[in-house]
């Protein structure tokens, strides 16, 4: 982390977990473990948690987030959330392009693209994922794939609105997986993504972008891989369900 040039971000994915009672539960836990925070500390929650959640940060340092936005503000697209309507609720982040999103629901970097557009349009904050297969990383070409879904989601980004994006770099077989990059490797693939935004933007734009690693970040681990000059958070998925594991991490960030 370099906090002189950039804030740390230390962000929850919830994914599909928690009922809306499981929910207040968890955020109440959250709440005083992590209010003397020096870092932003956002919460990425199911469509049906975001009022719960948004009724009991008030008055914290927590912010809430959705895991995912639709491209289109109204339409025949049953089963989708608009990033109008998740503005209007008082949403202030939200998680476009996650690989769960990419392996399982048809995700491309074009649909990542479109959903940027919208989430900046609607006032947004984002956080964008990028990240490698197994399989592409074994083939050598992980600095290409992060790259081109860099660049293909930034496509009409202006350098204002990029102050209103985060990336987080989720390498896809270490999501879920028990497998972590190492933080050598966490750091060099944040160190290339900022390097395509610094062409795209400049140098200035891309020392003040927060990269994130994505990867099973968790309690153990966060120390090692906050320590590294380009990792600058995390997006947190299974220890973002445990309020002691998710406070470590944040606590982490704020040294």
């Not at 539960?25 to 956002?42: F, H, N, R, S, T």
């Not at 990033?83 to 939200?94: D, F, K, N, S, T």
């Not at 293909?152 to 985060?166: H, Q």
Request: net charge negative; aromatic share 4%; glycine share 10%.
């Amino acid at each position: 982390m370099n906090k002189q040039k950039r804030q740390a971000v230390i962000a929850g994915n919830w994914k599909m977990n928690k009922t809306r009672p499981e929910a207040k539960a968890l955020i109440e836990q959250l709440k005083p473990l992590v209010k003397d925070a020096d870092c932003g500390v956002v919460i990425c929650v199911p469509y049906t948690n975001l009022e719960t959640a948004l009724e009991a940060v008030k008055g914290s340092n927590i912010k809430v987030g959705a895991e995912n936005c639709h491209w289109a503000k109204s339409g025949a697209f049953t089963g989708e959330i608009s990033a109008e309507m998740l503005a209007e609720m008082g949403v202030e982040y939200v998680v476009i392009g996650h690989s769960e999103r990419r392996q399982y629901f048809g995700e491309t970097d074009q649909t990542v693209n479109q959903r940027v557009r919208a989430a900046l349009d609607a006032g947004l904050r984002v956080i964008l994922c990028v990240g490698e297969l197994l399989e592409q990383r074994e083939q050598g070409i992980t600095e290409e794939i992060c790259a081109m879904q860099t660049k293909i989601a930034l496509g009409g980004v202006t350098k204002e609105e990029l102050s209103r994006i985060i990336i987080a770099y989720e390498p896809v077989w270490a999501i879920g997986t028990g497998k972590t990059a190492t933080a050598e490797q966490a750091d060099e693939v944040n160190g290339l993504i900022r390097s395509v935004v610094a062409k795209l933007y400049g140098e200035e734009a891309a020392q003040a972008l927060t990269v994130q690693y994505g990867g099973s970040m968790n309690a153990k681990n966060a120390q090692e891989l906050l320590d590294k000059e380009h990792v600058d958070g995390g997006l947190i998925g299974g220890a973002s369900l445990k309020a002691e594991d998710f406070s470590i991490i944040v606590k982490a960030a704020s040294r």
